[in-house]
């Protein structure tokens, strides 16, 4: 059974580093892509950052560029977001999130159809 399974969330003071990452299990064949969305309570989710697995390029929305990255694992449907220069308007629940199939819409919800549970990141003034 397919499964999204983020990891690596917490507590950060701001100007801090946090590392999140996500497998994909139970999958045979890789992701177009992946990416991370955040969504804060009462608000919609919104679009971090996004990979393309086979060449690579990666989308970052304009609030996290130069200080967060999106990287690949080794393993297969395996993603990073190294987060650095934390910023307490970047507590928020974290998803991660699985493109099956090529997609022009990778930094919309709707170019996604698998999606993990969310992991918490706080950061602290």
């Known amino acids: 059974q397919e499964q999204l399974v983020e990891s690596g969330g917490g507590l950060a003071q701001a100007g801090g580093s946090l590392k999140l990452s996500c497998v994909d299990s139970g999958r045979t064949f890789s992701n177009y892509a992946m990416g991370w969305f955040r969504q804060a309570p009462g608000k919609e989710r919104e679009f971090v950052a996004s990979i393309k697995l086979s060449a690579g390029n990666t989308y970052y929305t304009d609030s996290v560029q130069g200080r967060f990255t999106i990287s690949r694992g080794n393993a297969k449907n395996t993603i990073y977001l190294t987060m650095n220069s934390l910023k307490p308007e970047g507590t928020d629940v974290y998803y991660c999130?699985?493109?099956?199939?090529?997609?022009?819409?990778?930094?919309?919800?709707?170019?996604?159809?698998?999606w993990g549970q969310g992991i918490q990141v706080t950061v602290s003034p």
């Open positions: 999130a699985g493109a099956s199939k090529p997609t022009a819409y990778l930094t919309h919800i709707g170019g996604y159809d698998n």
